[in-house]
């Protein structure tokens, strides 16, 4: 395989990142010669577990976390899925479940497997998106019930980016006595997080969208919080989490999470500079072409845009003939002939939504790479526009 072709520009790092060389240099003595289980009792084993230790440390140092509420996991999926399901069991009188419309399928099809399994027993509430992609606070507010055992919303969406007001919504959950679970995979990294200012109880995070491996996520759970472990073992994790922990990749992620730290500024300037200057080049040098999200309200690094009377998935073919990596949605669910359930639910029409294109940058991107892509991008829609029975010119 040729994966490390020099042709290849990568946008895509909302679906994942590459690993940092810094990160996967502090892993690899753990995948050769420190090989011992950090649960064991003899020193060969224990100076590992005292390396994982250092790992959860540095992770809630981004968080503004204590590392006694860091919860290693295997991805963001199970961290989702931990934190809802633990919310359910802790308070099993309460049967209604918060979250949006445009949520992951990590958080959406879980909601939706349960209303199913037990037989419409529990209640779902999802909450609708304006044509910016942004939650209506009244409509939140009074979804909140005396039934409500938790609320699950993104920190930004991993389609549009659009940012929602997570800290504010969780303290209004917190005034009802209702857990609040904040899905922060797209978020971290990017933004400022701080869990020491806010009442937020429950917050996913994964390794590889941050330049760390995958197979690794994390669970914050705020102390004090009631928690079920959603997988039952052995004592690991202070007994919140069954099985003999990734030890290369929590290490990794902890040096993953000690970088974007140190370039939280850079993703904010120089990354955000580059998205302007790919979007704007983009919706000025090609007619019918959509923003879709808030302008400003969003992740630093992403920008959607649609290309109206074309279909997403030959624009990335067009564009992979390039070299140029993207996406037309989330990559959980590429491969499905409908659109995007986020632009459906922002009410983008359909002739633009199938056409969407999702560009998601990180600090590897440059400005050449950028050039390159505006480049190609006129031709390739206008080739496109050409075989398209919907398009008149």
Known sequence: MNCGSDKVIYMDNNATTRIAPEVLEVMMPFLQDCYGNPSSMHTFGGQVGQVVEQARAQIAELLGADPEEIVFTSCGTESDSTAILSALQSQPEHRHIVTTRVEHPAVKNLCETLDMLTGHKHRVTRLMVDADGTLDMDAYQEALTEDTAIVSVMWANNETGVLFPVEEMAAMAKDRGILFHSDAVQAVGKIPINMQENQIDFLSLSGHK???????????????????????????????????????????????????????????????ALRDKLEKGLLASIPKSILNGHVENRLPNTSNISFEYVEGEAILLHMNQHGICASSGSACTSGSLEPSHVLRAMGVPFTAAHGSIRFSLSIYNTEEEVDFVLEKMPRIIADLREMSPFWEG
């Open 210 to 272: 941050l330049h760390a491996p995958k197979g690794v996520g994390v669970l914050y759970v705020r102390k004090g919080t009631p928690f079920f472990p959603f997988l039952h073992g052995g004592h690991q994790e202070n007994g919140r989490r069954g099985g003999t922990e990734n030890v290369a990749s929590i290490v990794g992620l902890g040096r993953a999470c000690q970088l974007a730290g140190e370039m939280m500024d850079e993703e904010n300037t120089r990354v955000r």
